[in-house]
């Protein structure tokens, strides 16, 4: 089982940007599809955007498309969500998660596809 961190998250006005990150260990992220998903109080968790093994495919929730790029450091064991142009209702708590994978494709991403989660960084964008 891989263990997640995200870090990076905290207050933004509306139209700024954050960079969160989430460093893998106990296993080689190279070995697994990474995603990020997100949770407002009273809401479940949805997807954000997900990214290959190999980095070369990325597939984004249509609310952030064109704002949010998600990216991977495969020998650092990192992942990141930039996140631009940002709203309020951007405003969730953010998650990291992994799946392991054999295949180079993204597969399923719903949140039950992905059994290794990080604790949770908070984003707040005031408006």
């Known amino acids: 089982q891989v263990q997640l961190v995200e870090s990076g998250g905290g207050l933004a006005q509306a139209g700024g940007s954050l960079r969160l990150s989430c460093a893998a260990s106990g296993r080689t992220s190279i070995n697994y599809v990474m995603g990020w998903f997100r949770q407002a109080p009273g809401k479940e968790r949805e997807f954000v955007a997900a990214i290959s093994r190999s980095g070369l495919t990325t597939r984004y929730a249509d609310s952030v498309k064109g704002r949010f790029i998600i990216s991977r450091d495969n020998p650092k064991n990192t992942a990141y969500l930039q996140m631009n142009s940002l709203k309020p209702e951007d405003t969730a708590v953010y998650y990291c998660?992994?799946?392991?994978?054999?295949?180079?494709?993204?597969?399923?991403?719903?949140?039950?596809?992905?059994?290794?989660w990080g604790q949770g960084t908070q984003v707040t964008v005031s408006s």
């Open positions: 998660a992994a799946r392991f994978a054999t295949g180079w494709s993204l597969g399923s991403l719903s949140v039950t596809d992905f059994p290794s």
